[in-house]
Nanobody, 124 residues
Framework: QVQLVESGGGLVQAGGSLRLSCAASGRTFLGYAMGWFRQAPGKEREFVAAISWTGANTNQADSVKGRFTISRDNVKNTVYLQMDSLRPEDTAVYYC?????????????????WGQGTQVTVSS
């Protein structure tokens, strides 16, 4: 069992930055691809970014490319989402997810484990 706890959300003005963290505990973090998803009010959950368990491969949604960066520290069992040039449309609850297959995160939006979410609000 892997427990995921997100932190770092908050209120920021448009153009600002936030860094989300997701700390994993429980069974080994190694071997798991990690991803970030978000869900805005009245909308479906959508993929934001994913990173392979080695950190060698990353993917981002087109809507965040060039603005958001995903990274991980396997020693600290933590994955990060650096969010720059934030826009009001980035407002959502952001969820961390873990799965042994990157493809499930990328193409199916599925994961073995999910965090509880952290709110990000971008004001105009």
């Amino acid at each position: 069992q892997v427990q995921l706890v997100e932190s770092g959300g908050g209120l920021v003005q448009a153009g600002g930055s936030l860094r989300l963290s997701c700390a994993a505990s429980g069974r080994t973090f190694l071997g798991y691809a990690m991803g970030w998803f978000r869900q805005a009010p009245g909308k479906e959950r959508e993929f934001v970014a994913a990173i392979s368990w080695t950190g060698a491969n990353t993917n981002q949604a087109d809507s965040v490319k060039g603005r958001f960066t995903i990274s991980r520290d396997n020693v600290k069992n933590t994955v990060y989402l650096q969010m720059d040039s934030l826009r009001p449309e980035d407002t959502a609850v952001y969820y961390c997810a873990a799965d042994r297959q990157t493809s499930r995160l990328l193409f199916q939006g599925l994961a073995d484990y999910w965090g509880q979410g952290t709110q990000v609000t971008v004001s105009s």
